[in-house]
């Protein structure tokens, strides 16, 4: 019995060949909690949001939010029943 290799590799993808780097993780994201009201004749939905996260590696003294289209009204650190208001920058 003789067998042959393949001779020929096949190529890889061109997208394969593209670095593409993913965002830097800071924070891993433990829990979400919703609390949410619908006004679907003005497309709106009014609610309040609690995460619950901690540093992914080093201790960090910020978090950004991907918070497009959203009215931010307060942010606050919430523990054993304390609320500490945060202060908060907005930009585009």
């Not at 061109?14 to 924070?27: G, I, L, M, S, V």
Request: aromatic share 10%; no cysteine; hydrophobic share 30%.
């Amino acid at each position: 019995m003789i067998l042959h290799a393949q001779s020929k590799q096949p190529e890889d993808e061109p997208w394969k060949k593209e670095y593409r780097a993913t965002a830097t993780k800071y924070n891993d994201l433990i829990h979400t909690r919703l609390e949410v009201k619908f006004d679907y004749d003005k497309s709106y939905m009014y609610g309040k949001e609690w995460v619950t996260i901690k540093p992914h590696f080093y201790p960090s003294d910020s978090l950004t939010l991907d918070a497009k289209g959203m009215d931010l009204h307060k942010v606050a650190i919430e523990k054993d029943g304390t609320t500490t208001p945060l202060s908060m920058t907005m930009t585009e």
